[in-house]
């Protein structure tokens, strides 16, 4: 698959851009694992070391300080380990065993940043991904930025959401439409969370009049969807036959197209919404103020840092 995505995927025409403390972070997010003990299992430390979190961290917010860049990199690296959880450890294949799972971290964004009224009891119940979840909404509380806490949990709800959804579809054996599929994997892929980490890295957050504005919320639904779409087209070949939610699985499931021809289909849709990203772009840079031009960048080093990251990875061998 790393032989296929490059020669078949238009590369973004953007910079290659990463943050200098690119190697403090893999530190910091690495002892910040193992302090809150999503790595006690030798065998998930050793898959976090290959996801390399703190690398697309860094591409991602090139330019913001470390302090903000590492709540991002700590971020992906706990999506990394309950992504691991459901899609290597078969949590995600039964709605029953995820629902609970689920339900505590809902419960930790429904108070977000605060400390829990629970008792000690609870308290030591509490898994190693929900305590990590908790130090991250605190530590975003901290920075006194209540928009961008509320689009946060807001998002992790509807990608905790999402992963319920995909564990019905693999216990039923079900490969969803490729309408289905889009709308669900933006949310499934936790973008939308890493961008809302990434604009509070970046100094100047638009208005919320501006984030409405339909062209500014079309690009960034794009800009999520070519994350997400990256992804599918780097991993293919690990997940092929094993896991329903890949772009080339559903487009295959769908059309009756051999994989060569699905994997050609995937990728030209990922050019054509890069074309379409561009084009968004140049309208909403047009009158666009410097928060709004800022967070069109961001949304660029994403594209790009996806890109080069999934090339570099190591995570989808």
Known sequence: MRAFAPTSVVAPPFRPRASPYWSTLARASAGWADRHGLTADPQHAARLRRAN???LAARA???ADIDRVQLLSDLITWLF??????DEDGLGTDPGRVAPVISQLMRT???????????PGEVAERSPLTLTLADLCRRIRRLGRPGVLLRFTASLHQYLFALLWEAGNRQQGRVPAVAEYIQMRRHAGAVLPSFALTDLAESGLPHSRHRVDPRLARLNTVAADLVCWCNDLFSYGKEHGQDPHNLVTVIAH???HCPAAA????????NNGLALFLRLQAEVLTD????????????????RGTYDWSVNSSRYQ
């Open 263 to 270: 994997l050609a289909a995937a990728a030209e849709r990922f």
């Open 288 to 303: 666009a103020p410097p928060p709004v031009a800022r967070l069109v960048a961001t949304r660029r080093n994403w594209i």
């Open 81 to 86: 380990a309950l992504d691991d959880r459901c």
């Open 254 to 256: 769908e059309t009756g």
């Open 61 to 63: 917010a090139p330019d």
């Open 109 to 119: 964004l429904d108070g977000p940043g605060a400390t829990p009224q629970t008792d």
């Open 53 to 55: 979190a703190a690398e």
